[in-house]
């Protein structure tokens, strides 16, 4: 079949109704951006309160130094350790070793 003068004419109007759509779709997204209200911002920054120091260990509930969960001192004396012995002379020998 060969192509008629209405069939370029037909695609023609298409596409460019297709054209027209999507630019009055773009210009409205445009359009209800501008519409939507800017953000405003103070003229001044807001002041934050400055925080207020910690107490002293002992108004806050610490542990006093020595006791549990208290401070440690690293010149602390430090408690002997307990020497281990060779595992060699505590040894018994097993069922599985021969003497003769």
């Known amino acids: 079949m060969a192509i008629t003068p209405k069939q370029i004419l037909d695609t ?3 596409v460019g109704r297709e054209a027209v759509n999507k630019g009055v779709e773009l210009a409205g997204k445009l359009r209800s951006d501008e ?9 001044q920054p807001v002041r934050r309160a400055t925080p207020k120091p910690s ?3 002992t108004t806050v509930g610490a542990a006093k130094p020595g006791k549990p969960r208290g ?5 602390a004396p430090r408690k002997p350790k307990r ?10 020998p097993g069922p599985t ?3 003769d």
Not at 36 to 43: H, L, S
Not at 83 to 89: D, E, T, V
């Open 83 to 92: 020497q281990a012995q060779p595992a060699a002379a505590s040894r018994k």
């Open 35 to 43: 519409r939507a209200e800017r953000p405003t911002t103070p003229a």
């Open 12 to 14: 023609a109007v298409a």
């Open 97 to 99: 070793s021969k003497h």
């Open 55 to 57: 107490g002293s260990p």
């Open 71 to 75: 401070p440690k001192s690293a010149t």
